[in-house]
């Protein structure tokens, strides 16, 4: 029965997960950097290699998965793909569609990008899950599972 209020908000816990994930996300800027690709690159690879095997990873998809707009991942492309990082080809069923494939250079410098997140995530990640369970459970907010998307 609802009460017709709204939910309490716990700032202080959502203040906390805000914080765990930007840090998180800026360490991997970092080390993106730090490797010679900017972070967008570095996502733009890691969207390829997760995409690759379950659909064609064309423009489109690529900005579906980044949540920018069309332009700028061809900009990200362009970049990557001067470098011998990535590589473009046009698709099977229509001729105007590019995929966009990994090549050994970009799947080297991903592996490595990667790798560095898991291990980070190993131990930064029991303190990211722990704040975003203790924000359901003070918020009132309902668990929601993976896939599911409140409008």
Request: proline share 4%; hydrophobic share 40%.
């Amino acid at each position: 029965m609802s009460t017709g209020r709204p939910p309490r908000v716990d700032y202080q816990t959502l203040a906390e997960l805000r914080y765990q994930i930007r840090r998180f996300l800026r360490t991997r800027e970092v080390a993106a950097r730090a490797a010679g690709v900017e972070p967008q690159q570095y996502l733009v690879l890691l969207q390829i290699k997760g995409l690759a095997g379950r659909r064609d990873v064309t423009i489109g998809a690529l900005a579906e998965r980044l949540q920018i707009r069309h332009h700028g991942v061809v900009q990200l492309v362009d970049r990557l793909a001067e470098r011998s990082l990535v590589r473009r080809r046009h698709g099977g069923r229509d001729r105007r569609e590019v995929i966009i494939d990994l090549l050994p250079a970009g799947e080297a410098l991903l592996g490595r990008l990667a790798r560095q997140s898991v291990t980070e995530l190993k131990s930064e990640g029991p303190t990211l899950i722990a704040s975003l369970r203790r924000l359901m459970a003070n918020s009132g907010g309902k668990s929601i599972r993976p896939g599911d998307r409140r409008k």
